[in-house]
C-alpha cells in the first residue's frame, strides 16, 4: 500500500528559455529506496537473470506505424519549421507530402486520425513471442506510449488509449500474458516525457500555399469533436496545450506523467522499465518513479530484482540503474551491466526499407556480450499487429545461429580483455554504422566457469590466429588444453606458440555468420 507522503526537493531544468521546478508531490511506495541518485545506488544492483538473458525483443508498436513512413511521423506530418538540417527537413517533406495525398491536410486531419488505422485486426502475441524466442529472446519488452502520448493499455489517466479507440484492447496486458506463458521475462518502455514539447508543430501552420495560416488540428478542443470518431474527447489530452502554455511543464502534466507510469508498475509488474530519456524523465519526477519501482519490487519479490534503463548516464546514475545506449556501443567492458538498444530497420513501420541482416545484429550482440552488456532488437510492425515476411525470414536466422551458438552467450560473463583485431570507435549513441569493417581477424570474447569462447566475426578463408592468447600474453598463464567449434564435430589442428593460439581453417562451416571456438585450459582462467 501507498503511504508515503514525501517529496524530493524541486531541480531546475531548462526547457527553451525558460527554467521549470519538476516535481510532484504524489505519494510513491514505502521502502528504503529515497528519490536521489544516491539512494538508488545504494539499494541497487542489476539482477542476474538479466545479467545472464543478454538478449531481448522489443515491439516499438503504436499509433505512428500506421502511415508506413517511419519514425516521428508523428511530428512530421505536421510541416516542420524551419527544419534543424537536412535530414529533418527530408524526413518533414516525406511525412507532410504522403499525409496530405492520403490523409488530407493536417488543418483538418492529424494524428489523432491515424488513431482507427491502429486496428492491432491481426495482433496474435502467442505467435510473435513464439517466433522471438526461437530467435534466442529471454526478454521481451513492449512500448507503452510514446512521444505521441498515446497509451497501449487500459489507462486511467490518459483517455486516448489503446482500450478506448483504435485496437480498443489492452495490448500491454496481452503482451503480457504471451511473454509470462512463455517464461520470459517482461518490459514496458515509456517515452511520452518528451511529449511537451515534441508535439508543438501541431499547433503551427502552412507559411506558405493554399492553406497558409490556417492552424493545424493541435488546436481543435473537445467541442470541435461533436459528430466525429472523436467525439468527448479533448486533443489538448493528446497533443497537449498551445505553445504559448508550455513553458514551464504544468503540473497537471507532471502529475499525469508521474501517475500513468506508476499505474503501469503497479498494474503490469514489468521486470524492466526503459525511459527514452537522459537519466531520470523530468528529473525529480522520475527519480521518484525509480524509487516507487524499486521498493514495489522489493514490497513483491522480496529484492530488487528489476531493470531501470535511461541514456546518457555518468558515473553518478550508472550504479543506480542499467545504462542504455542507442543504436551505438562502448569502447571497452563495463563494470556495470548495460544494453543496447537498437532496430532492424526504423524504429516505427515503414515500407521502403531495407532490413538489418541476422550477421549485422551478430556481431553487434557479440560486441555487446563481450562488454558486459545486452542487446535489445525491435523488430517493427504493422498497424495490424503483423510482421513483413523479411522480418520472419530474420527471425528465423537469428533462430538458426543461437542454436549452435546460445551457449557462448547465456549465463557468460566478460574474460579479461574483450577481443581483438581492428578497434572500431563506436562509443555513444547512434554511431553503429562504424561497425561494420569486420575481418577474420577480428574476435569477442565470453566466459562461462572455466570455458573460453572465441567469437571469429567473419567467416574465415585461411587459417586463424588469437592473438590474446598467445603463450605470455597475459599475466597468468592460460595454456589451452581443448579447441572446439560450435556446431560442428570435425577434429581441428591447433598450436599455441608466442604469437598466438593458431587454428586451422575449418573444412566445415557450421553457420553462416560469426564462428564459435570453445576453448578449455589446463590452467584456471
Known sequence: MITNKKWILPALLTLGSARAQLDTALPYADGPCEPTWESLAENYECPEWFRDAKFGIWAHWGVQCVPGTGDWC???????????????????????????????????????????????????PDHLLDLYQKAGARYFVAMANHHDNFDNWDSTYQPWNAVNMGPKQDLIAGWRKAARKRGLKFGVSVHAARQWSWMT????????????????????????????WWEGCDPCDLYGPPRTARTPPSQKYLDTFYLRTRELIDRYNPDLLYFDDKQAPLQNVGLKIAAHYYNRALERHG?????????????????????????????????????????????????????????????????????NGSLLLNIPMKPDGTLEPQEITF????????????????????????GEGVFIDAAGHNLETKMNAYTQTDFRFTKKDQT????????????????????????KPHTVKTVELLGSDEPLEWEQTGNGLKISKPEFIPTDYSLCFRLTFKDKI
Not at 454 to 473: E, H, R, V, Y
Request: aromatic share 12%; proline share 7%; net charge neutral.
Open 74 to 124: 508523428a511530428k512530421f506530418l505536421y510541416k516542420p519549421t524551419p527544419p534543424r538540417n537536412a535530414w529533418w527537413e527530408e524526413r518533414g517533406k516525406q511525412c507532410y507530402d504522403y499525409h496530405i495525398e492520403h490523409y488530407g491536410h493536417p488543418s483538418e486531419i492529424g494524428l489523432k486520425d491515424y488513431i482507427p488505422h491502429f486496428t492491432a485486426s491481426k495482433w496474435n
Open 201 to 228: 508543430p501541431a499547433f503551427g501552420a502552412d507559411r506558405e500555399g493554399p492553406k497558409k495560416g490556417i492552424p493545424y488540428d493541435g488546436h481543435m478542443t473537445k467541442e470541435d469533436g461533436k459528430g466525429k
Open 303 to 371: 529484492k530488487v530484482d528489476v531493470v531501470l534503463n535511461t541514456k546518457l548516464n555518468d558515473e553518478t546514475t550508472k550504479p543506480a540503474l542499467v545504462d542504455d545506449v542507442e543504436r551505438g556501443s562502448k569502447n571497452d567492458i563495463d563494470p556495470n551491466p548495460w544494453q543496447i538498444d537498437t532496430c532492424i530497420g526504423y524504429w516505427h513501420y515503414r515500407t521502403d526499407v531495407t532490413y538489418k541482416t541476422p550477421g549485422k545484429v551478430i556481431h553487434m550482440l557479440l560486441d555487446a556480450v563481450s562488454k
Open 395 to 418: 527471425l528465423k536466422g537469428m533462430a538458426a545461429w543461437m542454436d549452435i551458438h546460445g551457449e557462448g552467450i547465456y549465463g557468460t560473463r566478460p574474460w579479461e580483455v574483450y
Open 452 to 475: 573460453l569462447y572465441a567469437f571469429c566475426l567473419a567467416t574465415p578463408k585461411t587459417d586463424l590466429l588469437i592473438k590474446s592468447l598467445a603463450t605470455g600474453a597475459r599475466s
